[in-house]
């Protein structure tokens, strides 16, 4: 593969409360995941970051989660299905016009945290969480993790996707990724994300900790922005990637 998007989750910092350096991520991904207000972020935040993206011409995506501020959208919720649908719409209207106001636009969707693990084992999960978004506009890119039942339910929606890979977490079997409770599980180290990156890339395929290879659509990086490490990760995978002679670039979804 000779091109690839990097992107990140951000606008997670919530009134005086400091999340992530969503300034200096910016100058290194081209692909922004914005904080809805759900399970982090607020009005404020999410206009500037908003705003920066813009000005940076990063690619803009609505990263809606669980209402879930104290457990930062990592607890899993039984949510019913047409509340979910509801969720989803509440937070991906609130960035449309967050974007608009900017100067930009929203175009891609990803789902965050304990609303995405469930996703993707859990396609009609998925098919209403992503059906709610295209609802609100059919041209949304839906980001899915790559080879999960989250790119099942979009390929059965017919809508456009792309694949997406971690630099800091490590897979399972099944392509899903190994739960954040237990050891090995979220990459800190630099260096080591940014060889397996690099590795994933150009085998067009998801590594797993048993040493399986799953084929899967390598269209994006996900460099998560929360971590201590997160900006030192994201500069080295930067950096691997344009050595390896790949071009960084936003994605244009596939069919």
Not at 78 to 105: E, K, S
Not at 109 to 127: C, I, T, V, Y
Not at 171 to 191: C, F, K, M, W
Request: some cysteine; glycine content about 12%; aromatic content about 4%.
């Amino acid at each position: 593969m000779d091109h690839v998007d990097l992107n990140a989750d951000m606008g997670e910092s919530f009134g005086p409360w400091k999340m992530g350096d969503d300034e200096a991520l910016l100058d290194v991904i081209t692909s922004a995941n914005i904080a809805c207000g759900f399970h982090a972020g607020d009005a404020d935040v999410m206009a500037a970051t908003m705003a920066r993206a813009v000005e940076r011409g990063v690619g803009i995506g609505a990263h809606p989660g669980f209402p879930d501020l104290q457990g930062f959208g990592r607890r899993k919720m039984d949510i019913p299905g047409g509340t979910l649908a509801n969720m989803v719409r509440y937070q991906v209207a609130a960035a449309q016009g967050m974007a608009r106001v900017a100067g930009g636009r929203v175009r891609h969707l990803k789902l965050h945290g304990a609303m995405a693990n469930m996703a993707s084992q859990d396609a009609e999960m998925a098919r209403r969480a992503y059906d709610a978004a295209l609802e609100l506009d059919p041209d949304l890119i839906l980001m899915v993790l790559a080879g999960t039942k989250q790119e099942e339910a979009a390929r059965g929606l017919g809508c456009l996707w792309a694949g997406e890979i971690f630099a800091d977490r490590a897979y399972n079997d099944d392509a899903t990724l190994v739960d954040r409770s237990q050891p090995g599980a979220v990459i800190h180290e630099p260096d080591v994300a940014a060889e397996r990156m690099v590795r994933m890339v150009e085998a067009g395929a998801i590594l797993t900790e048993s040493g399986a290879r799953i084929g899967a659509a390598v269209d994006t990086i996900c460099l998560h922005g929360d971590g201590t490490t997160a900006l030192a990760i994201a500069r080295a995978v930067r950096d691997a990637l344009k050595d390896a002679g790949v071009t960084l670039r936003t994605f244009e979804g596939r069919r």
